[in-house]
């Protein structure tokens, strides 16, 4: 497994914001600010962040939007989904990669509506792209 250096803002939890195995990057992404604070206002706002850090962690790997084949959403509100899908639209473009969104109850961080998992595939093997995982 290789870490993958994304330049987003270190957290106290046991994760890494990317990791890669092979040609597959595995991510997930919340509303974090380069700060480290936590965007809480609306969906919009936590989308186009969250996506936005999505778009840094695939270059951060070497690659781009364009080479995410699967996304996991979440979101704490079904009346968010449309809203949602207006910016995730400006990300993303056909052809689209796959995608299931759900709605949960709640995020482990208060005031976080949305909460996105990611799957890539890095044309380039991920070896050299970020650093070895401490074993």
């Not at 250096?5 to 991510?27: C, I, Q, S």
């Not at 996506?51 to 790997?61: E, I, K, P, V």
């Not at 990300?91 to 995608?99: D, E, H, K, S």
Request: hydrophobic share 45%; aromatic share 8%.
């Amino acid at each position: 497994m290789d870490v993958i250096d994304t330049g987003l803002p270190a957290v106290k939890a046991p994760f890494e914001w990317a990791t890669a195995g092979g040609r597959t990057l595995y991510t997930a992404q919340i509303p974090i600010r380069p700060d480290g604070s936590i965007e809480t206002g609306e969906i919009e706002a936590q989308a186009e962040l969250i996506l936005g850090n999505l778009d840094q962690t695939m270059r951060a790997a070497g690659g781009g939007l364009g080479d995410v084949v699967q996304v996991l959403v979440y979101l704490t509100d079904a009346a968010d989904v449309a809203r949602m899908n207006a910016v995730y639209g400006r990300f993303f473009l056909p052809p689209y990669p796959n995608r299931a969104t759900m709605i949960i109850s709640a995020l482990a961080i208060p005031g976080m509506r949305m909460e996105v998992v990611a799957y890539g595939y890095l044309r380039h093997a991920a070896e050299g792209a970020g650093r070895p995982a401490p074993r």
